[in-house]
């Protein structure tokens, strides 16, 4: 516990050292840190690659899914063929593969309840076949020079001290598996508070953040730009993806486009590079029916001309 405490206070003050140092106007960044995840479309990988282009974008947060156990969420099934024109696409230099990202098993967004049931390596009877995807999802992600893989890893209870020792074990699990493979896990942020999740880093050396700040509005838990001074250490690729909170407690918030919702948008970016941040920035879309036009408009709003 003293050392677990001992993390979690020498982060927080890291953070808060480095913001205290003065911030910088930078709202723009370089075209190679953006990124796009391949399932914000809703299209095969064809397509995907299409649109990519017409974005001038290079950079693919990668879905691995539609290779490994379609969810229809992130992409139905895909054969031979499209593995293929993903592995040339990086050969060719015409796409660079930021992260990769795996889903599980029996996944439920009907409602927040349902999703904190079901959602990540929670659900015990998935637990095998999760164990499977992981180490699927860190093999293809080798195979394509990838860093980092991520996952939701499912809602963190930390006032059960049985279910949050299985979650922790889980996690570890998870991340010695990646590494096998030259692999750091990345956990997405956004289903617990900016708090809980630092503590629980602490409790899970070696593992990183994807974070997500409409999830944390989404999902009604905390501010995104406070958040960022807590979890800066372990930062190690952001979304950018915007959200209205709810005004109904207790369900789900909306998904808007970059800069029209409550995430801060510029003010964002200035304080991630005010923080050091020198990592990736990755367009998520999952709402709306203009995808292809709010993919462009977030691209356009912070990449430097």
Request: charged share 25%; proline share 3%.
């Amino acid at each position: 516990m003293k050392n677990r405490m001992f993390a979690f206070l020498r982060a927080a003050s890291l953070a808060l050292v480095v913001f205290a140092a003065g911030c910088c106007s930078v709202s723009k960044v370089d075209s190679s840190r953006i990124g796009v995840c391949s399932w914000s479309w809703r299209e095969p990988i064809a397509k995907v690659a299409e649109e990519m282009d017409r974005s001038g974008v290079k950079g693919v947060h990668l879905a691995l899914g539609p290779f490994i156990a379609p969810d229809e969420r992130h992409g139905s099934a895909e054969g031979e063929a499209a593995w293929k024109l993903v592995k040339e696409k990086v050969a060719k230099g015409e796409w660079v593969v930021m992260s990769t990202m795996v889903g599980t098993v029996g996944e439920d967004y009907s409602t927040l309840e349902t999703i904190k049931k079901t959602g990540g390596i929670v659900p015990d009877q998935h637990w095998k076949a999760n164990q499977e995807i992981v180490t699927k999802g860190a093999k293809l992600t080798q195979e394509l020079g990838c860093r980092y893989m991520s996952t939701h890893a499912g809602f963190l209870d930390e006032s059960d001290k049985t279910a949050y020792a299985k979650f922790v074990s889980r996690i570890s699990w998870m991340r010695d598996e990646c590494k096998k493979y030259g692999v750091e896990l990345i956990l997405e942020s956004g289903q617990e508070s900016a708090e809980d999740l630092a503590k629980f880093m602490a409790d899970v050396p070696g593992v990183g953040i994807n974070f997500d700040p409409a999830n944390m509005i989404l999902y009604d838990k905390g501010q995104p730009l406070a958040a960022l001074k807590l979890l800066m250490p372990w930062i190690r690729q952001v979304h950018v993806k915007d959200a209205c909170a709810t005004k109904v407690p207790g369900t789900w918030g909306t998904e808007v486009p970059w800069g029209e919702g409550q995430v801060g948008g510029e003010e964002f970016v200035k304080r991630l590079e005010c923080l050091g941040y020198k990592g990736n920035y990755v367009v998520e879309r999952e709402g709306g029916n203009s995808r292809a036009a709010d993919i462009r408009k977030a691209i356009g709003e912070i990449v430097e001309k």
